[in-house]
């Protein structure tokens, strides 16, 4: 059943399996939105993490932030980590060996929820190969993605999540560069391309929309991706009380869109309708220049010799936002 | 609930197949695997065993070797019993997860068909594999024919498993030489084996929502030295829990395995050390010399890791002169066996002529006169009292002689 949420306060009273008091950098929007994905649901959820700033700065031994059962292997393998624990749920609930409080809820019909958590290198470099095999064999779990479009956790190397023009370690804007060459990978399409039942973009500034989403997520049969906005105070170099503000201009910039992608799919992956929602759609889309201007990752781009990548940003985000408004108005 | 495999008291099996079997026995909860030539036919009867009703846990094809191992380790910590199978690139792939197995203490066993590592790329049997595993701080065991491959299959579960060791356990066959090579094999039935092996203990399952668990955590200069060091010390000590299962099995099959597989070396002279189907070929060389008057003997590696120390020693302790024999490539020293070895005579004060041979990579054939001649040269070493050929021998290859040192 899922949870009935209906303020902030209800959600910041709810049963808590991620403590808040970890190494992550002051302003981090990856702890909002871990707190609230975990907090979406009463049932039990049963976590795996790549490696990457979540991982290391929640669970340094011999400390733990996790009040629930948690699992870091390696970088690459949170995917097939969080579906071999599901598979492992489903054969010991077959044969009857499941621990004793997880059999008592299953036999009340309620599954334990298995989430996977990664970074955008965890997840959209080095760990995709996982990602999408795990995708493709139909596991039950939801993959949530902590999107700060850099390698944060090792200095803030480019990733193929980083916007073009953002100045990174290995992407440093200089005399004759203007910082990364190349747009971000469009990985919440090439999930739902996987056949997923339901792929959906969030943003931790925009919560009731993150909840909606990731309940929906929970309750969907098969692989379930959520790409999260994690602005990232450090990379990005804003000010750590500005997480929020800097997030709501990059969905009312529309540089983040909240949207949503539902696959009506049978447990074979046969596809029968697919449907995409705009969940958001900014009162005043406000231009990009707004969002790049709240981030010093971006200030060289305002120099005049840089200006016209400011111009195929914005031309990018309308070609795009275009896009989705079309392909919501077909349903397809 | 898994239906019963009906078997002959003797059966003709390959290794490979031999391990489909204790696989299929030791029911297993969760395998994540990737086929990989030469063991893909444990892979595919696994599957097939499944396809057929034969088989109750679940089975992950999985998109890679890391992700199988992967698998396997998650699996493992959510309360599985889980294994998988692999060779030569496929086992190279796992590496960085072979490492977080034995970490991360999962119990995972692992059965490798050993094959040589690409470049060149090459599908044969060697030991590549399993040397670039060496220190990861696992178990191995060794078989030489099909019916070790399944009985060490069957006792590594069995070894890993238990409470006082909790340590992932790897059992090598050779490819092709005997994971494709048939021979009579004398299965447990299914229900014996089952009682062998066990009920699986889970620790710390993460399924257990009533007491959540943090597997797999972060510990730097202040508390890594203090885990590996814990990790080694437990490696060091299944040593016992290696030689109670090897007797129990013994109680069972009245097959007996030791953690070194002694062939006449109580008089022995001269001795040849290998591991894999080359154990058996030297038994015949060395029966050979012996009809000549020559007191050879074989000393065949049955466990690897942890390594059998004071068993080494003891068998080889009145030897003259040791070939060492490594079957991948040395990569600028001498071949692992040959420093394991020098290493445990000079610790324990003796000083035999001991001799490294490189031979059989790729799957190069290694022939009885290959291993009488290396005999010849430890009897002429042996008689005189003296080295008189060099450190490291290649035996087998096309060309002018090579040897160093």
Not at chain 1, 163 to 177: H, L, Q
Not at chain 2, 86 to 105: D, I, K
Not at chain 2, 379 to 395: E, G, T, V, W
Request: charged fraction near 25%.
């Amino acid at each position: 059943m899922t949870k009935k949420i209906r303020n902030l306060k209800e959600l910041s009273l709810s049963n808590d399996r991620y403590e808040g008091a970890n190494l992550m950098c002051p302003g981090c929007a990856h702890n909002i939105i871990v707190r609230e994905v975990l907090n979406a649901t009463d049932d039990p959820v049963v976590v795996a993490n790549a490696t990457g700033c979540l991982e290391v700065c929640t669970a340094v031994y011999p400390k733990t932030s996790w009040d629930t059962s948690w699992i870091h292997i390696g970088f690459e393998n949170a995917a097939v980590a969080i579906a071999a624990v599901q598979t492992t749920y489903e054969t010991l609930k077959k044969q009857g060996r499941l621990p004793k409080a997880a059999q008592k809820l299953a036999d009340e019909g309620r599954d334990i929820k298995f989430v996977a958590f990664g970074g955008d290198g965890g997840t959209y470099d080095i760990g995709f190969q996982s990602l999408s095999g795990a995708f493709e064999r139909g596991h039950n779990f939801m993959y949530v993605c902590l999107d700060n479009e850099v390698y944060a956790n090792t200095g803030g190397q480019r990733s193929s999540s980083t916007p073009i023009g953002a100045s990174t370690t290995t992407s440093p804007a200089g005399a004759v560069s203007y910082g990364e060459k190349m747009m971000k990978k469009s990985i919440v399409e090439i999930m739902a391309d996987h056949g997923a039942p339901y792929v959906a973009q969030v943003s931790p500034s925009k919560w009731k929309d993150m909840i909606k989403k990731v309940q929906k997520g929970y309750e969907a049969k098969g692989p379930v991706f959520i790409n999260a906005m994690s602005a990232c105070t450090t990379e990005w170099r804003f000010a750590s009380e500005d997480t929020i503000a800097v997030s709501d201009l990059g969905v009312d910039s529309c540089m983040w869109p909240l949207y949503e992608i539902i696959n009506e799919r049978d447990e074979h992956g046969i596809i029968y309708r697919t449907k995409l929602n705009i969940t958001y759609r900014p009162k005043n889309k406000i231009p990009v220049e707004e969002y790049l201007a709240a981030q010093p990752r971006f200030k060289h781009l305002f120099k005049p010799e840089n200006r016209h990548i400011i111009d195929l940003l914005q031309k990018a985000v309308d070609i795009r936002w275009e896009n989705l408004q079309r392909r919501e108005e077909a349903g397809v | 609930m898994a239906k019963k495999y009906e078997l002959n008291e003797i059966e003709v099996w390959d290794g490979n197949t031999a391990v489909s079997h204790a696989l299929r026995q030791a029911r297993i909860d969760v395998v994540a695997a990737y086929p990989i030539t030469p063991s893909t036919p444990i892979v595919q009867n696994y599957s097939k065993f499944l396809a057929d009703g034969y088989i109750d846990g679940e089975f992950i094809m999985v998109e890679s070797e890391h992700s199988a191992m992967s698998g396997c380790v998650a699996a493992g910590a959510a309360g599985a019993r889980t294994a998988t199978a692999t060779s030569s690139q496929g086992f190279a792939l796992m590496v960085e997860v072979l490492y977080q197995a034995s970490g991360m203490r999962i119990p995972v066993v692992l059965t490798v068909a050993d094959r040589a590592l690409a470049a060149p790329l090459n599908v044969n049997g060697d030991h590549s594999d399993m040397y670039l595993g060496r220190d990861a701080g696992w178990i191995n065991l060794c078989a030489y024919n099909p019916q070790e491959a399944y009985d060490l299959t069957l006792m590594a579960f069995k070894i890993a498993e238990d409470l006082d060791v909790r340590l992932p356990a790897m059992v090598h066959q050779d490819g092709f030489i005997c994971s494709h090579t048939a021979q009579n094999v004398r299965p447990l039935s299914d229900a014996e084996a089952a009682k062998f092996v066990g009920e699986y203990k889970p620790v710390n399952s993460m399924l257990d929502i009533s007491n959540p668990v943090t597997h797999g955590v972060q510990t730097e200069e202040d508390w890594h030295f203090e885990h590996k060091a814990r990790q080694h010390n437990d490696l060091m000590n299944s040593k016992n829990v290696i030689k109670r299962v090897f007797d129990e099995f013994k109680t069972l099959t009245n097959r007996e395995y030791n953690l070194v597989d002694n062939y006449k070396l109580e008089d022995a002279d001269i001795a040849i050390v290998a591991i894999g189907t080359t154990v058996e070929s030297a038994r015949i060389a060395a029966d050979k010399l012996r009809d000549e008057g020559i007191k050879a003997g074989v000393l065949g590696i049955r466990v690897l890791r942890p390594f059998p120390f004071e068993e080494i020693v003891n068998a080889l302790s009145n030897v003259k002169a040791i070939a060492t024999m490594d079957r991948s490539a040395p990569g600028g020293t001498f071949g692992m066996l040959f420093n394991e070895i020098s290493g445990a005579m000079i610790g324990s004060g003796k000083s035999p002529i001991i001799l490294n041979y490189i031979y059989g990579l790729g799957g190069r054939d290694t022939t009885i006169e290959q291993l009488i001649e290396i005999y010849r040269q430890l009897d002429d070493c042996a008689r005189s009292n003296q080295r008189k050929y060099p450190l490291q021998q290649f035996i087998g290859l096309r060309g002018p002689k090579l040897s160093f040192f």
